[in-house]
T-cell receptor
Framework: AQKVTQAQTEISVVEKEDVTLDCVYE???????LFWYKQPPSGELVFLIR??????QNEISGRYSWNFQKSTSSFNFTITASQVVDSAVYFCALDSWGKFQFGAGTQVVVTP | DTEVTQTPKHLVMGMTNKKSLKCEQH?????MYWYKQKAKKPPELMFVYSYEKLSINESVPSRFSPECPNSSLLNLHLHALQPEDSALYLCASRSGTAISYEQYFGPGTRLTVT
């Protein structure tokens, strides 16, 4: 069985603060892919990043960065210098030769 | 272009009505998905079409009937729905069926059943 856990239900920060979203996954497969999606209030899920199980390189894209650690089965996401437009629900997801499994999501609230 | 379109944006229907949701993509993707999302919950997979054939049905009640007329279109036919079926219905597509590909989501149809 596979599972994705996002333990943080909601994180509130003030603009310009950094925020880190945790994602822990479980799978018995050796080949799998991890994803992060953003869902703003408008409802559309926006793809942010994909990482395969054989590539543990961290990635930075602008103010976003991702830390993949296979040893701890974690794929954490950091927003640096947060902005109000970052307010959204963020989902971590796992695809492991089967269904696309979402975590419960973390609501990020950025106040001016 | 990574656009998936869905119509209508909003739909209000009575429990005896028949309506359809429509999803379209022109990215040449061969896998298409229907998800249901309740407020403050993650999307739940309903159906998967792979190369226009239904490959996954997550034990969805028969009042939801999917249809994939061609590789670009995906419909969800609704009949005799219940108030608890009120939710955001999301369509997604993916290039091929390999797990290495990300899914691209449409903006969703917000359905209210009265």
């Amino acid at each position: 069985a596979q599972k994705v856990t996002q333990a943080q239900t909601e994180i509130s920060v003030v603009e310009k603060e950094d925020v880190t979203l945790d994602c822990v996954y479980e799978t018995r497969d050796t080949t799998y892919y991890l994803f992060w999606y953003k869902q703003p209030p408008s409802g559309e899920l926006v793809f942010l990043i994909r990482r395969n199980s054989f590539d543990e390189q961290n990635e930075i894209s602008g103010r976003y960065s991702w830390n993949f650690q296979k040893s701890t089965s974690s794929f954490n996401f950091t927003i640096t210098a947060s902005q109000v437009v970052d307010s959204a629900v963020y989902f971590c997801a796992l695809d492991s030769w089967g269904k696309f499994q979402f975590g419960a999501g973390t609501q990020v609230v950025v106040t001016p | 272009d990574t656009e998936v379109t869905q119509t209508p944006k909003h739909l209000v229907m009575g429990m005896t009505n028949k309506k359809s949701l429509k999803c379209e993509q022109h990215m040449g993707h061969r896998a298409m998905y229907w998800y249901k999302q309740k407020a403050k919950k993650p999307p739940e997979l309903m159906f998967v079409y792979s190369y226009e054939k239904l490959s996954i049905n997550e034990s969805v009640p028969s009042r939801f009937s999917p249809e994939c007329p061609n590789s670009s279109l995906l419909n969800l036919h609704l009949h005799a729905l219940q108030p608890e079926d009120s939710a955001l219905y999301l369509c997604a597509s993916r290039s091929g069926t390999a797990i290495s590909y990300e899914q691209y989501f449409g903006p969703g149809t917000r359905l209210t059943v009265t």
